[in-house]
């Protein structure tokens, strides 16, 4: 596959074969975010789940070529902060798999767009865990 090929599967999942990037579907538990306890008051989410922000366009991190000569690998846990338009605040890494990976995956989480997260049908601004996965292929 390509490196812009992306499999039909949970809108959470960023799948990059060729390079071996994908989302770690929502691996945020032991995270130590509560329910409502994101940055900006609204509620803290995991992609995927009910009432969860998604993606409106995905942008795939790209692997970086120092990282892949080095063999690096790991899991980036970011969090984001979304207005009630789902306008992109703030990306922070809550956990790093080292610093060319995890600007990749905050390059990536930038240039993606958002449809913001609903409570009662009603969009509002919150926080979401994003985990993508960096893993070589053998």
Request: charged share 20%.
């Amino acid at each position: 596959r390509d490196l812009h090929s992306f499999p039909t599967r949970r809108s959470s999942d960023l799948n990059l074969y060729a390079s071996g990037v994908q989302s770690s579907g929502n691996g945020a538990s032991g995270s130590g975010l509560s329910r409502f306890g994101g940055p900006g008051g609204g509620p803290a989410y995991v992609f995927g789940e009910a009432g969860a922000p998604a993606f409106l366009r995905r942008v795939a991190p790209k692997y970086p070529r120092s990282s892949l000569a080095r063999r690096e690998q790991g899991v980036v846990m970011l969090l984001l902060s979304l207005d009630r338009h789902g306008t992109l605040l703030d990306v922070s890494v809550m956990q790093s798999a080292g610093p060319r990976l995890d600007e990749a995956a905050i390059q990536a989480a930038r240039a993606s767009s958002y449809l913001p997260a609903t409570r009662n049908g009603e969009p509002h601004a919150c926080t979401v865990t994003l985990p993508i996965r960096f893993t070589l292929r053998q």
